[in-house]
């Protein structure tokens, strides 16, 4: 400050340009425009001093001095000059770098804000992402503890009924048997069910060694088998027999069945089976509905 202050007394002190130098009242003009110019007057302040003290001794110059002080004038004209539009240039440079700046840490600071912004979204986002999973979670648990209670109740229905059926089923076919055995007078062995169906085995005395004739005895088990069978509203009767030659145990499949209808079952519904194997085996399959 001290330095400027120094300088602006030494510009107002600037002494007269002599009318009879042209070139340094030239010259001074300019140092003049350079002070009048608002916009570089604040700059190059030591350089146009300089100038001003160029100009001066240009102008006491004597005749022969002239050449030589002119040339130093000028050049520090054109210096203070160019030192002033560049120092000018510089603080535009300087405040351009400083708004740059600031618009970059504007920029930054909203980049900042929008980057928390979205991180903020994200995470409610997520949490309530995590919220929905767990509430689908819990209610699925919910469901399936729910199924398993319907279930468990269907399965108790469904025994019960499955149980009561075969109470049923089995009052039903002890009535059948009954009714049978009262009908023929005969006796019914001993039933099993298969996939088949409700099987009854007849002894294996029922035919003759390498016959195909039922004994007396066998043609009254067969009738109540009929009969049973009608008791029990059988949708048809399968006469499965095994004998060491197929056509002997054909023929005894065939014995069967004819004892069937004897006994008042219809020929068109029972099926006969008569193959080769081991052991001799006939069996009467009384088919459920």
């Known amino acids: 400050m001290i330095l400027t202050a120094a300088l602006a ?19 001074s003009q300019r140092l003049t425009a350079l002070d009048a110019d608002s916009t570089l007057n604040t700059f190059a302040a030591y350089e146009r001093l300089q100038a001003r003290q160029a100009v001066s001794t240009l102008d006491q110059a004597a005749k022969r001095d002239r050449p030589g002080a002119l ?20 603080r535009q440079v300087d405040q351009l770098d400083r708004e ?31 919220e929905e999973a767990e509430r689908l979670r ?10 398993q209670d319907v279930e468990s109740a269907l399965k108790g229905v469904a025994g019960a009924q499955t149980a009561r059926l075969n109470a049923a089923r089995d009052r039903q076919a002890k009535l059948a048997r009954e009714e049978a055995e009262l009908v023929t ?10 996939s088949r169906g409700e099987v009854f085995a007849l002894d ?3 035919f003759g060694s390498g ?13 109540t088998v009929a009969a049973y069978a009608q008791a029990s509203s059988s949708p048809g009767v399968r006469v499965d027999v095994t004998a060491a030659d197929a056509k002997l145990a054909q023929r005894r499949a065939e014995a069967v069945r004819d ?28 088919q459920s509905k």
């Open 71 to 90: 040339y130093v004038a000028e050049r520090r004209v054109a210096i203070a000059e160019s030192a002033a539009r560049t120092q000018a240039m510089q």
């Open 9 to 27: 007394a030494c510009f107002a002190a600037a002494p007269a340009v002599a009318a009879d130098n042209p070139d340094a009242a030239r010259l």
């Open 211 to 223: 016959k195909a004739t039922l004994g007396s005895g066998a043609q009254t088990t067969v009738k």
């Open 259 to 286: 004892a069937l209808v004897a006994g008042g079952w219809p020929q068109g519904q029972v099926q006969v089976n008569g193959k080769a194997g081991k052991a001799d085996r006939t069996e009467l399959v009384v």
């Open 138 to 147: 819990q209610q699925s648990e919910a469901d399936a503890v729910a199924m």
């Open 100 to 130: 740059r700046a600031e618009l970059l840490v504007e920029a930054s600071q909203r980049d900042a804000a929008r980057a928390r912004a979205e991180n903020e979204r994200l995470r409610l986002q997520a949490q309530m992402q995590a």
């Open 204 to 206: 294996k005395g029922s």
């Open 185 to 194: 007078g005969g006796k019914l062995p001993t039933a099993r069910r298969d």
